[in-house]
């Protein structure tokens, strides 16, 4: 039994990952506003019962509270350890909410102010707050600096800036000593530039083109592959890795393009290049990435409509290239062996795949109402797309994992 929610990556000054916010949803069927936000509390609480830690590893959970649930200290079920208190900016500061917020600093719980609007009744919360969430789209400029000054006095709170979608915003918020971000921004290049692949990542252009040819050249493939030890190392140890449940032990290089098969290849191929050019980012860049990509197929899976639903894949996959290479996506793609089709998604936001890449984005955002709409004029089974998300994010941990060892 699974629980449903989106989650959104909240990083550090670093930009490494601090913590997820879990957004609750039921299907894509109950979201808001027909259910209220206690019962989407109340059953976001009894889910993390159950799989808290394959959405959030070994990472805090920022989940939002009422003043309802709240008083029925539904916070205490979780481990003090694994969570983040989020009073929601629909509750109003008073005497009983100061009560409950001194007994959880008491117990040892981090508090947050979520979406804050400045009040001066907020000051005699201060001392048991730790993180002030701050809308960068809500909230100008000097309103968040008057926030910061009536704060300084207090140097326990810290400020998470929400919705930061520019590296301007981020780099913005640094400035002002913005501890915590959320947001997209770390998907988006930071400068643009021409920036050179290392051999390596070469190598693995020159298969990524190989594998795009409408005839698989077995030969020059095997070729390429022994040319690199530890291309041709990785290469045997995804086939022979439990994910495939082999009977017998792959030893050789052509034994094992062989049994992959030109779909699982150009995945596997896309994996890696999209690692080796990401490891000066933050980590979260390519598990978001990973992310996309399996949720995407998976989509393209249940919809049934795609011979090749590994093209969903590659797509998800490199939806994130520019902001991990620094570069206009238009450059990148132009020198990229994908197919039209997969390009024409990214870049012009046309055809199924785009559909299904759109589909994920709401997904990510907590879109609810757009994702249905999508779901359902493709005619894909709301129910199943939580499913397809957990699966995804299960999948993109184990690889994160893999590629870690």
């Excluded at 989407?40 to 394959?54: F, H, M, N, P, V």
């Excluded at 350890?81 to 009983?96: A, F, H, M, S, Y």
């Excluded at 009040?119 to 809308?135: A, G, Q, T």
């Excluded at 759109?358 to 359902?376: F, G, P, R, T």
Aim: hydrophobic fraction near 45%.
């Amino acid at each position: 039994m699974y629980f449903y929610a989106a989650r959104q990556p909240i990083l550090d000054r670093n930009k490494k990952l601090f913590a997820y916010e879990l957004l609750f949803r039921d299907s894509l069927d109950n979201v808001f506003p027909n259910i209220d936000e206690n019962e989407a509390t109340s059953k976001l609480i009894e889910g993390s019962q159950l799989g808290l830690d394959d959405m959030t590893g070994d990472k805090p959970a920022f989940i939002n509270f009422t003043l309802e649930t709240l008083q029925k200290r539904y916070a205490t079920m979780l481990n003090k350890e694994q969570v983040v208190v989020e009073i929601l900016e629909t509750v109003q500061p008073g005497k009983r909410l100061l009560a409950i917020v001194k007994e959880l600093k008491d117990l040892g719980y981090t508090l947050a102010l979520d979406d804050y609007i400045h009040n001066p009744v907020w000051k005699h919360f201060y001392p048991y707050i730790d993180i002030i969430k701050i809308d960068f789209l809500e909230m100008q400029m000097d309103e968040i600096q008057n926030v910061i000054k009536d704060v300084s006095e207090f140097p326990n709170v810290k400020f998470l800036a929400e919705k930061v979608e520019t590296h301007e915003q981020f780099q913005a918020a640094l400035d002002m000593g913005f501890e915590y971000f959320q947001g997209y921004f770390f998907s988006k290049p930071e400068v643009i530039q021409s920036k050179n692949l290392a051999p390596s990542q070469m190598t693995l252009a020159e298969l990524l083109y190989e594998t795009s040819q409408p005839e698989m050249d077995l030969k020059k493939i095997t070729d390429v592959f022994q040319r690199d030890v530890n291309l041709a190392y990785k290469l045997l140890r995804y086939t022979n890795s439990a994910a495939f449940n082999r009977r017998a032990e792959i030893s050789t290089i052509k034994q094992a393009l062989v049994v992959l098969g030109l779909e699982e290849l150009k995945k596997f191929l896309s994996v890696l290049f999209t690692a080796q050019v990401a490891s000066t980012k933050p980590p979260e860049l390519m598990r978001l990435s990973l992310t996309r990509a399996r949720f995407a197929e998976c989509l393209a899976i249940k919809h049934g409509q795609m011979k090749d639903t590994a093209m969903a894949f590659l797509a998800g996959m490199f939806s994130l290239i520019d902001g991990i290479l620094d570069q206009k996506m238009e450059d990148i793609l132009e020198k990229l062996p994908l197919s039209i089709e997969i390009k024409d998604a990214i870049l012009n936001k046309e055809g199924l795949i785009a559909d299904y890449l759109s589909l994920v984005e709401h997904y990510e955002l907590a879109q609810w109402d757009d994702a249905k709409v999508i779901s359902e004029r493709l005619k894909i089974d709301v129910k199943s797309i939580p499913d397809a998300y957990h699966d995804a994010v299960n999948w993109a941990n184990t690889q994160m994992d893999a590629m870690s060892k």
